[in-house]
């Protein structure tokens, strides 16, 4: 079973518009953490924002922010006054704390595309 | 944020050659890396964790003798393909964590294998 769920593969938004990016997750450990990264075409990833499973508050990182619904295991990224230079691949992924490990499992992916 | 370099940025090597691949992070000390492999437009698959003075620790399905990983510093871990084949050929990244919830990525390694 996927353990991380992004089921948009391709998403398009209009400059200066605001954009959601879909990630729902599985686990059955308390602990976790969830984060999205972005890679540009370049290859780099990118470290946008980090929630934690016992966080109450929804982060935020300047025009990112993250939806956070624990009891519907979702994990939202919302990217606010889109710009042309946020055209990439987003990955969402979890680190779990049940295995004792560092280790980030990630998801498929979307690629979003800024139009002007 | 925390930098991680990777080098070389680039690599051709002919089948049957070995490549070796570093990681650094630059501006911390991190006892555990990570190695990744992410073929065209799909995501990363873990391949092991580094840790510094121990053994690395391969995930199912990754051939540990195909793929050394030395993480000989706490600075440096190091990505060695042996006897390359064409279907190594593919995009490495490497990630250092800084603390549990800041794992740092490096720019990634495009090896070709001719």
């Known amino acids: 079973a996927q353990k991380i769920t992004q089921t948009q593969p391709g998403m398009f938004v209009q400059e200066k518009e605001a954009v959601t990016l879909d990630c729902t997750y599985d686990t059955s450990d308390q602990s976790y953490g969830l984060f999205w990264y972005k890679q540009p075409s370049s290859g780099e990833m990118i470290f946008l924002i980090y929630?934690?499973?016992?966080?109450?508050q929804n982060a935020t990182e300047g025009r990112y922010s993250l939806n956070f619904q624990k009891a519907r295991k979702s994990a939202n990224l919302v990217i606010s006054a889109s710009q042309l230079g946020d055209s990439a691949m987003y990955f969402c992924?979890?680190?779990?704390?049940?295995?004792?490990?560092?280790?980030?499992?990630f998801g498929t992916g979307t690629r979003l595309q800024v139009f002007p | 944020g925390a930098v991680v370099s990777q080098h070389p940025s680039r690599v051709i090597c002919k089948s049957g050659t070995s490549v070796k691949i570093e990681c650094r992070s630059l501006d911390f000390q991190a006892t555990t890396m990570f190695w990744y492999r992410q073929f065209p437009k799909q995501s990363l698959m873990l391949m092991a964790t580094?840790?510094?003075?121990?053994?690395?620790?391969?995930e199912q399905g990754v051939e540990k003798d195909k793929f050394l990983i030395n993480h000989a510093s706490l600075t440096l871990s190091t990505l060695t393909v042996t006897s390359a084949h064409p279907e190594d050929s593919s995009f490495y990244i490497c990630?250092?964590?800084?603390?549990?919830?800041?794992?740092?990525f490096g720019p990634g390694t495009r090896l070709t294998v001719l």
């Open positions: 990630s250092a964590l800084k603390t549990y919830n800041e794992q740092f």
């Open positions: 929630q934690g499973s016992y966080d109450e």
């Open positions: 992924a979890m680190r779990e704390a049940l295995y004792n490990t560092d280790k980030l499992i």
């Open positions: 580094s840790n510094e003075g121990s053994k690395a620790t391969y």
